[in-house]
């Protein structure tokens, strides 16, 4: 009975070091370096938002998951603050609940960011079993040379692995 015990608690500290699939980065934080095959990048560019919003806060609160805490102080437009939540959400693998809020944002916002978001949900709830064509049209949907490769990047994972 002792040793069960101390794997249940050996594999719950495993569990909350987890680290997260969706990762936000910024123009001037995205590089080579930074890049890694078990992530999934959003880019944060202050083009995206209303406000102006800072975007090196911005990453850093949705980072450390304190969207909701600071939200009033940001002043998000309703698609802006779904499509944070949304990616907050798909973090958590609450594809379901991400879905219903992206369903509201459209496709060409946040360069086009939104459509990926989109396919990643629906491959992950099962409804696409082979995104390919999707993520190609997103990847010809944007003009940000950055989106552009963070798409090819998502579509060479699903396709090859890395």
Same mark, same amino acid.
């Given at each position: 009975m ?11 500290v ?36 209303? %406000? ?12 450390? @998951?304190? =969207?909701? +805490?600071?939200? #009033? ?17 798909m ?21 086009c960011q ?8 629906s ?6 079993? %082979?995104?390919?064509?999707?993520y ?7 003009? @940000?040379? =950055?989106? +552009?490769?963070i #798409? ?11």
């Amino acid at each position: 009975m002792r040793i069960y015990i101390v794997f249940f608690s050996s594999v719950v500290v495993l569990g909350a070091c987890k680290s997260s699939l969706y990762r936000f980065t910024t123009t001037k934080s995205y590089s080579a370096k930074e890049l890694t095959s078990t992530q999934k990048y959003i880019l944060l560019d202050s083009s995206h938002f209303r %406000n102006q919003v800072s975007i090196d806060v911005l990453s850093e609160i949705l980072n450390k @998951n304190r =969207l909701e +805490k600071e939200y #009033t102080t940001l002043n998000l437009t309703k698609a802006e603050y779904n499509f944070l939540t949304a990616v907050l959400l798909m973090r958590d693998e609450e594809f379901s609940k991400a879905s219903i809020l992206l369903d509201e944002v459209d496709d060409t916002l946040f360069d086009c960011q939104s459509l990926v978001l989109k396919i990643d949900c629906s491959y992950e709830l099962g409804m696409n079993k %082979n995104p390919t064509a999707k993520y190609q049209k997103a990847h010809d949907c944007s003009n @940000n040379k =950055l989106v +552009k490769k963070i #798409t090819r990047d998502r579509f060479r994972y699903f396709k090859h692995g890395y």
